[in-house]
């Protein structure tokens, strides 16, 4: 059995096949996913997993250099937001490198998701929680 914290087997995957600046979009349970994206679905339920659950997981097994998240994000759910920044400093601090953050309107965050890798849904039912992960390098 695997060791470390991700044991799902389609998001091992995905974190171990990405390459430099390769896209992955962590939603809530409401955002349009595109039909030829992988759909990685986790959603049990309205809230289960949660969003901030499945970031934190996915930031602990993958190098993350810069994220994309919808403007409305900060003023419709600042507390999801505020929460979504703080585990990005600490990935950065921990990880030694800078994580840079691009916002952009949720239209144009929909759009973006069309060159993610994957789409992977949480149930969490928190308006614009949804972050695009753009994949760094270890070295």
Do not use: W
């Amino acid at each position: 059995m695997k060791k470390s914290t991700l044991i799902n087997s389609e998001l091992s995957y995905l974190v171990a096949t990405l390459g430099h600046t390769d896209e992955i979009t962590i939603c809530d349970a409401g955002l349009p996913i595109p039909e030829h994206v992988q759909r990685i679905d986790l959603a049990l339920t309205h809230g289960v997993p949660s969003f901030l659950e499945t970031v934190r997981v996915i930031l602990s097994e993958s190098q993350i250099e810069g994220v994309v998240i919808a403007e409305e994000f900060a003023s419709v759910s600042p507390a999801h937001h505020e929460a979504l920044i703080e585990q990005l400093r600490k990935e950065s601090e921990l990880s030694g490198k800078e994580i840079s953050i691009s916002y952009v309107s949720h239209q144009e965050f929909k759009a973006r998701t069309q060159q993610s890798r994957a789409v992977v849904r949480t149930g969490e039912c928190t308006p614009y929680a949804n972050v695009i992960f753009q994949a760094g390098v270890v070295f």
